[in-house]
T-cell receptor, first 112, second 114 residues
Framework: GENVEQHPSTLSVQEGDSAVIKCTYS??????FPWYKQELGKGPQLIID?????GEKKDQRIAVTLNKTAKHFSLHITETQPEDSAVYFC???????????FGKGTTLSVSS | NAGVTQTPKFQVLKTGQSMTLQCAQD?????MSWYRQDPGMGLRLIHY???????DQGEVPNGYNVSRSTTEDFPLRLLSAAPSQTSVYFC?????????????FGQGTRLTVV
């Protein structure tokens, strides 16, 4: 089955810096790659996703890139703010109706 | 619009007790799933369902049962709780056809087995 590796497990940055989180997946059939943000005591919430027919997607300060050949995808957050502090999860799934498999998460801390 | 509702929010069980974690969604999503979250382990898939009457096992199904009699509800049953099942449990739902879409998560159930 699918296996998703996520790095780093913790990331500390200064406010205004950029943050990058990287994930690799094992199954070349995977075609949907979402990123979730989890704040303390809450359930994960989708912040951005990308499909295998797209190489990059941006939404304001957040961007995701996908390299299908290398089977890895990354989350980029620019101009970080203290409210970006949270746990971030990457995930992957194959065709419609199949399970979403998550990485182990990255705890991002943004200090002001 | 309530989204995904999980009950209870907190529960303490004794080893060997049984209980059901409830999950309901009001978005008419066909796909529902249960995850457990443990420190350093991320979100691990327990069971999932692609529609009423259809369920399948995920990464860590042992010790858990599910059923899907309606589109709205997807309860998770612990038949004989063990300390290893101490965790935070999340239910999620989404549209999955013609392609997978955003999964909406509940607020979680924090379960402690003593």
């Amino acid at each position: 089955g699918e296996n998703v590796e996520q790095h780093p497990s913790t990331l500390s940055v200064q406010e205004g810096d950029s943050a990058v989180i990287k994930c690799t997946y094992s199954d070349s059939a995977s075609n949907y790659f979402p990123w979730y943000k989890q704040e303390l005591g809450k359930g994960p919430q989708l912040i951005i996703d990308i499909r295998s027919n797209v190489g990059e997607k941006k939404d304001q300060r957040i961007a995701v890139t996908l390299n299908k050949t290398a089977k890895h995808f990354s989350l980029h957050i620019t101009e970080t703010q203290p409210e970006d502090s949270a746990v971030y999860f990457c995930a992957a799934s194959m065709e419609a109706g199949t399970a979403l498999i998550f990485g182990k998460g990255t705890t991002l801390s943004v200090s002001s | 619009n309530a989204g995904v509702t999980q009950t209870p929010k907190f529960q303490v069980l004794k080893t060997g007790q049984s209980m059901t974690l409830q999950c309901a969604q009001d978005m008419n999503h066909e796909y529902m799933s249960w995850y457990r979250q443990d420190p350093g382990m991320g979100l691990r898939l327990i069971h999932y369902s692609v529609g009423a009457g259809i369920t399948d096992q995920g990464e860590v199904p042992n010790g858990y049962n599910v059923s899907r009699s309606t589109t709205e509800d997807f309860p998770l049953r612990l038949l004989s709780a063990a300390p290893s099942q101490t965790s935070v449990y999340f239910c999620a739902s989404s549209y999955s056809y013609p392609s997978n879409t955003e999964a909406f998560f509940g607020q979680g159930t924090r379960l402690t087995v003593v």
